[in-house]
């Protein structure tokens, strides 16, 4: 059945998952900061709200797709008082019966924050982080990682199903992002050693795409060097392609590494892979790649000295 849905946050990954609700015979209504990021799904048929607020009016599911923890809670409780740019956050505004379903990629505690805001408004949320990037996005495959009340995961379900095709219940709130920032911490790694292997490779003389299809048959196999290769010239249709343009940018990885370390810090945990990886991405955004695609770590490894 069609649902009424506001989705806020159309950017790399909340445009092609919009555009699969809008195809799935929902109707939208969406808003972005960026008026250039909603020019595809006002062309497919989506309602361009003025503002957040506006969005929510009607809505019987508020979705959100939004960079970090900080645009995530200020959209749904507003900048801090005394702040400069005060501004009331939507929970206020959206209808008492709807469902909010949060596939930003935040710290836990900041999802259990305004879970628990919304819960005192009788709203109910659900963190629903997603994997499998922006070819899954578009392909409507992405693996949503849910955290809240398995009722409420049922009534997001039909619409979680349009625009992805395995959903797992993680937990209670917030522990959809602690499993998502685990599997990133890990694609982080496994991004920055697959660079690291192609790109001692290569200085050794090898082809990468030999190498390429070497690894993809023995132990070193994962997603990073099968889907989503980092070498130029190695795969079609992947940001490495297109000069790491699109994609998952290399400061949305420094930022989901951060907050592994803060899960790590608030259990005293030991991740010393993950905190390694954090600086490599740091370093790769300090020398002026923030924007480009994560991939493009293969950089602090190429040798230029040849
Ligand atoms: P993006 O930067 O491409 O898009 C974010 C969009 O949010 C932009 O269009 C921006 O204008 C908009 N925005 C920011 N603040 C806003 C506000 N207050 N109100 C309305 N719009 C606002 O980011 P993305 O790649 O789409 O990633 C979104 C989230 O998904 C992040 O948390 C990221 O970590 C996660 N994620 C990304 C990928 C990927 O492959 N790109 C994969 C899995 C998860």
Aim: charged share 15%; hydrophobic share 45%; aromatic share 4%.
């Amino acid at each position: 059945s069609s649902s009424k849905i506001a989705f806020i946050g159309l950017g790399n990954m909340g445009a092609p998952m919009a555009l699969n609700l809008l195809r799935a015979g929902h109707q939208l209504s969406v808003y972005d900061l960026s008026a250039s990021a909603l020019q595809v799904v006002r062309e497919a048929g989506a309602s361009i709200a003025d503002s957040a607020a506006a969005a929510v009016q009607v809505a019987d599911i508020v979705i959100s797709m939004l960079p970090a923890s900080r645009h995530v809670e200020q959209l749904y409780l507003g900048s801090a008082v005394g702040s400069s740019t005060e501004v009331p956050g939507i929970l206020g505004q959206i209808a008492a019966h709807a469902l909010i379903i949060d596939c930003s990629t935040i710290a836990a505690l900041t999802s259990q924050k305004i879970a628990l805001a919304a819960q005192a408004r009788g709203l109910a949320m659900l963190d629903a982080p997603v994997s499998g990037g922006t070819l899954g996005a578009a392909a409507g495959t992405l693996t949503f990682i849910v955290g809240g009340s398995a009722r409420d995961l049922e009534r997001a379900r039909p619409v979680l199903a349009a625009m992805g095709k395995n959903i797992f219940h993680a937990g209670g709130n917030g522990a959809g992002q602690t499993a998502k920032i685990c599997n990133n911490m890990l694609l982080g790694i496994l991004m920055a050693g697959t660079a690291e292997a192609l790109a001692l490779g290569v200085a050794n003389g090898l082809d990468p795409k030999v190498l390429s299809d070497i690894m993809s048959k023995s132990s070193g196999r994962n997603w990073a060097l099968e889907q989503y290769n980092p070498y130029p010239g190695v795969m079609e249709n992947v940001p490495a392609a297109r000069g790491y343009s699109g994609g998952f940018g290399v400061d949305l990885m420094y930022k989901d590494l951060g907050l592994a370390t803060e899960a790590a810090l608030s259990a005293q945990a030991t991740i010393p892979l993950g905190e390694l990886a954090r600086n490599l991405y740091a370093m790769h955004s300090k020398n002026g790649a923030g924007a480009e695609d994560f991939s493009s770590i293969l950089k602090l490894f190429q040798n230029t000295s040849k």
